[in-house]
């Protein structure tokens, strides 16, 4: 993975308004609060191969970025955008946030196919 360039993945977003795709986002502090005893609960979500459309997205920020996508009925958001894949495609885009320790605190992917199709994980 690489620092994410906005201008680059900007049209890869783009390439996937108005069409059935698949989305995964992933959050977690996972158990890194509380493995430093900080007074914390650990926190996450976790949605696999949900179909969704959006007509609108967009790529903002400073660093670490933000993604919105703009449904017909709501918002999908994903903040803390650190990292993502260049070798994305018109089939798949995976944006990714790491901490200062380099652990993944959020995913965000959309694909025209199911996530794990490949490995025979959705059979």
């Not at 955008?81 to 380099?102: I, K, V, Y």
Request: proline residues 5%; aromatic residues 10%.
């Amino acid at each position: 993975m690489q620092p994410i360039s906005p201008e680059k993945v900007q049209p890869l977003l783009t390439q996937f308004f108005n069409r059935d795709v698949y989305l995964h986002l992933e959050t977690t502090n996972g158990s890194y609060a509380v493995l430093r005893g900080e007074k914390t609960i650990s926190v996450g979500s976790f949605v696999r191969n949900v179909v969704v459309r959006f007509e609108r997205g967009m790529i903002t920020g400073n660093g670490p970025y933000r993604v919105g996508l703009k449904m017909e009925h709501g918002w999908i958001y994903a903040e803390g955008l650190t990292d993502w894949e260049p070798d994305s495609s018109e089939h798949c885009l995976l944006l990714a946030g790491h901490d200062e320790e380099g652990r993944l605190t959020i995913a965000f992917q959309l694909s025209v196919t199911p996530f794990g199709a490949e490995s025979g994980e959705n059979a």
